[in-house]
């Protein structure tokens, strides 16, 4: 910001009073630095004119972000008619750039990309200064018959930013968010104006008011549990578990015939699964669970955060419920056979979890 400042100082930019400063939004991703010039002296850069545009305009933003405030003089003009049996009002609103602040940088923001759907209907050109009760003579009318129109669709900037606006997304997950429901066909990007299609009126429509996962307020809240998850302050289990047993509940109000041999594997209607009456070896309250259709056992504590599980199955070869018990119970196994490594290899080993391995099952191999 002290290069910045200095070099702005030097060719006679106009300041702020103190470096311009942003709160960063909440759960913003901040391993990196913002992308700027190494050197503000260079006002050039790129090898090519793609590469080229790219630099200047990094170069130009960074700069304009820490110059002064552009400033307007704003002029409102109102005319009543008089002469007629009824009266009417006209308002016509015009600005001119008297301080270019950092607008004598970037004139145009190409950062916010216009909407060719948009109806501007202000008219900020040059209104003219008149004095208060002056009277004026109109030269000529004419009668403009404009009609409401729908909202115009989100552009790829705008979607990002109604995103933003929701809480949803994170910026290194915006390109691939884009990506997805384009190439599914989901949007057409016409115009720079992305249009719904067919197929994705049809899925919404099928969708909305019998899960929850198309509503804003899911995606907001799963972000900021993904969020507690990565600060540690939560736990994976708990969260998917608890996502898991939410769809299944929306998915057994919708009367879909079970196939007869998941249906006596799992409670109907996508009920709790129960717990199996071995003692959860991690938080000594809740019991082991095997989650509706999961090949894993967890904790029916989850939701007040014990994360503990074990895989029913590993590296390729399936656990006893009695070897399942050993381990709980004494935190190892005795050799067991049969397991496949990546080269597909046979071999045995004994298994350990206990709070000395954090809790994760982990391979022991006799000496």
Not at 36 to 60: F, V
Not at 213 to 224: G, I, K, M, P
């Amino acid at each position: 910001l002290v290069e910045i400042r200095s070099y702005a100082s030097k060719n006679g930019w106009e300041l702020p009073a103190k470096p311009r400063t942003w709160k960063s939004a909440e759960a913003a991703q901040e391993a990196h630095e913002a992308i700027r010039p190494t050197h503000i002296q260079q006002r050039e850069g790129g090898e090519d004119d793609n590469q080229k545009k790219l630099y200047a305009l990094i170069w130009s933003r960074a700069v304009a972000s820490q110059l002064a405030d552009a400033q307007y003089s704003v002029n409102t003009l109102r005319l009543e008619s008089q002469g007629t049996p009824q009266s009417f009002i006209f308002k016509a609103t015009g600005r001119t750039l008297t301080v270019p602040g950092w607008r004598g940088l970037t004139v145009t923001d190409t950062a916010e990309e216009p909407d060719p759907t948009a109806n501007d209907t202000e008219d900020n050109g040059l209104v003219p200064a008149l004095t208060r009760g002056a009277t004026i003579e109109a030269s000529s009318t004419r009668i403009l018959n404009r009609q409401t129109k729908p909202p115009s669709g989100y552009t790829q900037a705008s979607l990002i930013k109604k995103l933003e606006s929701e809480g949803i997304g994170r910026p290194s997950t915006y390109p691939a968010i884009l990506k997805t429901v384009i190439s599914r066909g989901y949007l057409n990007d016409t115009r720079k104006i992305l249009v719904p299609t067919e197929i994705a009126r049809l899925l919404i429509d099928a969708l909305t008011g019998k899960f929850a996962f198309v509503e804003y307020a899911y995606t907001r809240e799963l972000e900021e549990d993904l969020d507690h998850i990565a600060k540690g302050s939560t736990g994976y289990v708990a969260v998917v578990s608890s996502l898991d047993d939410k769809l299944r509940s929306e998915l057994g109000e919708l009367h879909i015939q079970a196939q007869p041999a998941l249906a006596s594997k799992r409670p109907a209607g996508g009920s709790e699964a129960p717990g199996t009456g071995l003692a959860c070896p991690k938080c000594k309250k809740g019991q082991l669970r095997i989650p509706n259709g999961k090949d894993f056992y967890s904790c029916t504590q989850y939701r007040e955060g014990c994360s503990f599980t074990v895989n029913s199955t590993i590296a390729k070869k399936k656990l006893t419920e009695k070897q399942i018990e050993t381990l709980c119970t004494k935190g190892e196994t005795g050799i067991i056979k049969g397991f496949i490594n990546k080269q597909e290899k046979p071999f045995e080993a004994m298994l350990t979890c206990n709070e000395g391995t954090g809790w994760r099952t982990i391979f022991k191999f006799p000496k």
